[in-house]
């Protein structure tokens, strides 16, 4: 019967390590795009700083700027550890699954969630951004473009400058909250690798 819990109890554990494994997956791409999206708006804060207008990428940056990721985050076997009550004795670890399900994944997945909105807002509603559009492919595209109708309007450059203004502290904000749901992450699954190593070992006594 022991020996029983022991196995049911691992399996579950090993079925948690196999989504902190896809949500760590989804985790460093959108870190990585995070990454070219704060280039992108350095340089076009340059560009549009610089006397006079140095129109060289623009279109480029501002693909970058207009980007976004979703993230799917996975926690099916938590749920299903919840639904058998199943008690993880550990408590550092039964601790730890917790906070990252109750409250970690949530709080990342709701400021990448922000970053959408952002984009959203600007590519969705009337703004002298969206009519100096005349075409792009941005959002969550991988290889995103932007073609510009008129590179010099003045209420398009305006905008856009106080658009990035704000935007380059939200994404720095966002991009630190990803990275400590990284950490997260990364510790979570280093101590229920050791869970798993000690469950082994009481399988065998």
Do not use: W
Not at 86 to 93: A, D, F, G, R, Y
Not at 146 to 153: C, E
Not at 165 to 183: A, G, H, L
Request: charged residues 25%.
């Amino acid at each position: 019967m022991i020996t029983h819990c022991i196995s049911h109890r691992a399996y579950i554990l090993n079925q948690i390590l196999n989504n902190l494994n896809e949500d760590a997956e989804q985790i460093e791409f959108i870190i990585e795009r995070r990454s070219i999206t704060k280039v992108a708006v350095e340089n076009l804060l340059r560009i549009l700083n610089a006397k006079p207008l140095d129109e060289n990428g623009i279109e480029k940056h501002i693909a970058q700027f207009l980007t976004f990721e979703r993230f799917y985050p996975l926690n099916n076997a938590f749920e299903m550890m919840k639904s058998n009550g199943l008690v993880v004795e550990n408590k550092n670890l039964r601790t730890a699954i917790s906070r990252y399900y109750d409250f970690e994944q949530k709080k990342v997945t709701q400021s990448i969630k922000d970053i959408e909105n952002v984009i959203l807002r600007i590519l969705q509603t009337e703004n002298a951004i969206r009519s100096n559009l005349e075409s792009t492919n941005s959002g969550t595209k991988e290889i995103a473009s932007a073609n510009i109708r008129n590179t010099s309007d003045l209420k398009f450059l305006e905008l856009l400058h106080t658009e990035l203004i704000i935007f380059k502290d939200n994404n720095s904000t966002s991009t630190v909250r990803i990275s400590d749901f990284k950490n997260h992450n990364n510790h979570l699954t280093t101590i229920i690798k050791k869970e798993l190593k000690k469950n082994r070992l009481k399988k065998h006594l």
